[in-house]
């Protein structure tokens, strides 16, 4: 198979083979019409819409609930008419701040996520051409997917596989040598519907209830 000439790594010495897979690769992204993430249908449909969406979703996924997280990029967008990494990387930091506190505010912590977001748009904007599907879209395999997820303001390990693990089961991003970053453990990219949420959401609360034990 044409795969079987890729190194574990998905390194590939011939230049032609390379060009191919990477034409099956992209041919086989898809799209879904929505990830069920918040409960809210205009805000499950922008997360698959819209790439930018995404990924301020899983930047403000942290020390609130997926559906707070991921509800997110909806509000900011309604609040600002717009989801445009350049206009909002070059936003007055105090203003975007505001957006972020006005009741009821967009996150936990509004200002730490203002700014997280705000470098988040501004790496976008200045790194990818304002257009953050080249991500993903650009990657040259796994490695390369998981580094440019991982130089991203915010974007830690755990956040970054959880990603990976998105684009591959819901998009279809699966760059050679995927299965090498992809985890092999549960996350956002198993769920598929409200129920599959509820269950994730069920086994991260036991989970966490197993390792305080553990600690006591």
């Known amino acids: 198979m044409l795969a079987s000439a890729f190194a574990s790594d998905g390194g590939c010495a ?22 069920p993430f918040t409960g809210d249908a205009e805000a499950d449909r922008l997360l698959a ?35 445009d990494a350049a206009r909002i990387a070059a936003m007055d930091p105090t203003e975007l701040d505001v957006v972020f506190r006005t009741p009821p ?17 501004a790496a976008i904007a200045t790194d990818y051409g304002n257009d953050a599907a080249r991500v993903w879209t650009e990657a040259a395999d796994g490695r390369d997917l998981e580094a440019r997820l991982r130089g991203l303001p915010g ?13 591959g089961k819901r998009f279809g991003v699966r760059p050679p040598g995927y299965d090498e970053v992809a985890p092999t453990w549960p996350t956002l990219g198993d769920v598929d519907s409200a ?11 036991a989970k966490k209830a197993a390792d305080r034990a553990a600690k006591a």
């Open 195 to 205: 129920e599959a949420l509820a269950a994730y959401q069920a086994g991260k609360r």
């Open 155 to 167: 974007f830690g390990e755990m956040k970054t596989k959880a990603v990976i693990a998105v684009l």
């Open 14 to 35: 011939d230049p032609l083979l390379r060009d191919v897979w990477h034409a099956v690769y992209h041919g086989a992204m898809t799209k879904p019409d929505s990830l």
């Open 49 to 83: 819409d819209d790439p930018l969406a995404l990924l301020i979703g899983f930047a403000l996924d942290q020390q609130v609930t997926v559906q707070k997280a991921f509800s997110g990029p909806a509000e900011l967008k309604r609040r600002l008419g717009h989801l």
């Open 105 to 121: 505010a967009l996150h936990r912590f509004p200002g730490s996520m203002a700014g997280k977001t705000q470098a988040l748009c």
